[in-house]
């Protein structure tokens, strides 16, 4: 419970300061998506190592269904762990210097793979769901079902929080984009236009 608390504080805090910065200057834009994005694999990282710690501690002191639900957290995040280091490297190597098309359409589909992950992450909740269900009508493996089942709608549960929240910092930051002084959004008939003010 504890954990679950320090993480909806780092979350909402991380949010509460993207919404009180200024809007950054046109040659920042590109430095701060990926500022934004190596802090959002920095999280999920820390909350893959702390996984790792907790439940692999867990799992040398427990059995039955608690030592399962402490395997699969453990297992789910050696996969986030993978994640967040190789979104980390993929930020890195974003260029600080992007015409405002490209920059544009960088924020734009960073919250299009946000969106699809929040569906996935659904669907993962709902598969521990089952798995939950399922345990209670077999007799074989029971323990393994529900202690999977339930590391899944837990694991499930903190990526589509961590997620929905990524999309509306970068929904907010998208508006803050277009809606800047030093950038504009220019659409008529038959032509979209973006232009930098210096």
């Known amino acids: 419970m504890r954990t679950w608390l320090l993480i909806g504080a780092f979350l909402l805090l991380g949010f509460q300061v993207a919404q009180g910065q200024d809007a950054p200057n046109s040659s920042r834009w590109g430095e701060e998506l990926s500022d934004f994005q190596k802090n959002g694999m920095l999280a999920l990282g820390t909350w893959a190592i702390g996984n ?5 501690y867990q799992m040398t002191r427990t059995k039955g269904t608690t030592y399962h639900f402490h395997e699969m957290n453990v297992l789910w995040n050696t996969v986030n762990l993978g994640i ?3 979104g980390y ?7 600080a210097a992007m015409s405002s098309p490209e920059l544009m359409q960088e924020y734009q589909n960073f919250s299009k793979i946000l969106l699809f992950n929040t569906g996935l992450d ?4 709902m598969t521990g769901l089952y798995l939950r269900e399922r345990s209670a009508n077999v007799s074989k493996h029971s323990n393994r079902l529900r202690g999977y089942g339930n590391s899944l709608m837990l694991q499930g549960a903190f990526l589509f929080a961590f997620d929905l929240v990524l999309v509306l ?11 800047s002084d ?3 959004a220019i659409l008529a008939p038959g032509a979209f236009r973006f232009t930098w003010n210096f």
């Open 52 to 56: 790792f710690a907790v439940s692999g």
């Open 84 to 86: 967040a280091v190789g």
């Open 89 to 95: 490297l993929g930020a890195s190597d974003l260029p």
């Open 122 to 125: 659904v669907a993962y909740v």
């Open 169 to 179: 910092i970068n929904e907010h930051n998208i508006r803050e984009l277009t809606g």
């Open 182 to 184: 030093q950038f504009q």
